[in-house]
C-alpha cells in the first residue's frame, strides 16, 4: 500500500516547506496475518517516487508479539538509515509511536529512484503478525 496523500488543513497553492507539504509512504512488508518469524529483509524491494527528505518514521505490526522487543531496520540503497536506534515495538504493543527507546534517523534525503527495503532484525518470541513500515518525507 502506497500513499501520497497531500495533508494540507486548508487551499495551500504553493509549496511553503511547512508541515502541510508532507507526504507519506506506506510500505507494507509482510500482509496481516503472516507471522514475522525470520530475521531477513521483508516485502522486497520498493523504489522511492519522490526526492525529499524523510521527516519521521513508524512501524506497525497487525497483531502484537510477545517476550521481548522487536527491531526493525530500514535501508536505503543497502545501507540502514538508522545507524544508532532503529525501529522498535515492544512486548504486547503493535506501533513503534510507544516504544520505549524511539529510532533516530540518521540519512534523511532521498533522491527519486532510491531504492528502500525493510529488515526484521530482532523478533518477538510470539510472533507478532504483519508489517507496515510508514515513511513521512518532505518533498524537495
Known amino acids: 500500500l502506497i500513499g501520497f496523500p497531500n495533508m494540507s488543513r486548508g487551499n495551500i497553492l504553493q509549496n511553503d516547506n511547512s508541515e502541510n507539504d508532507l507526504r507519506i509512504i506506506i510500505l507494507r512488508a509482510l500482509g496481516a496475518t503472516t507471522d514475522n518469524t525470520v530475521a531477513t529483509t521483508v516485502g522486497g524491494d520498493f523504489e522511492i517516487p519522490i526526492a525529499g527528505t524523510i521527516t519521521s518514521i513508524g512501524a506497525y505490526v497487525d497483531t ?8 526493525v531496520d530500514v535501508n536505503l540503497n543497502g545501507t540502514t538509515i538508522m545507524t544508532t536506534n532503529k525501529l522498535t515495538i515492544d512486548t504486547g504493543e503493535k506501533s513503534t509511536r510507544t516504544a520505549a527507546t524511539a529510532a533516530v534517523l540518521t540519512t534523511t534525503v532521498l533522491i527519486a529512484g532510491d531504492i528502500i527495503t525493510v529488515d526484521s532484525d530482532i523478533l518477538h518470541t510470539t ?9 513521512t518525507i518532505r518533498p524537495s
Open 127 to 135: 510472533a507478532a503478525k504483519g508489517l507496515s513500515v510508514r515513511l
Open 64 to 71: 502484537a508479539g510477545t517476550t521481548g522487543t522487536m527491531t
